[in-house]
Nanobody
């Protein structure tokens, strides 16, 4: 599976942005698909994940109620809609695919497939 992320950019605090990740290759229904982010000087952290088959979603606490992950199986694409953005959301956002389901992604290691990352900057 190859992943191509897009849609990052500069947005003011309180604004919205949607990032997308298009996958080439087959994603099985039991796979999890999601997003991580890495801010300067910090470790990469889990943001959100969705089960490809049943669309059940999971989020880190800091983004609950502000971010929404979704997927379009006809386009083999996963989206992350980010609302009420804060400066602390500034990071490179990476999409990922793994054979393990999304409910394990909060503590997951050794993700199988990574996208190249897209920069999201929240600043006035």
């Amino acid at each position: 599976v190859q992943l191509q992320a897009s849609g990052g950019g500069l947005v003011q605090p309180g604004g919205s942005l949607r990032v997308s990740c298009a996958a080439s290759g087959r994603i099985l229904s039991n796979y999890g698909v999601g997003w991580f982010r890495q801010a300067p000087g910090k470790e990469r952290e889990f943001v959100a994940a969705i089960n490809w088959g049943n669309s059940v979603t999971y989020y880190r606490d800091a983004v609950k109620g502000r971010f929404t992950i979704s997927r379009d199986s006809t386009k083999n694409t996963v989206y992350l809609q980010m609302n009420i953005l804060k400066p602390e959301d500034t990071a490179i956002y990476y999409c990922a695919v793994d054979p393990r389901p999304a409910q394990n992604w909060g503590t997951i290691v050794n993700i199988r497939y990574w996208g190249q990352g897209t920069q999201v900057t929240v600043s006035s």
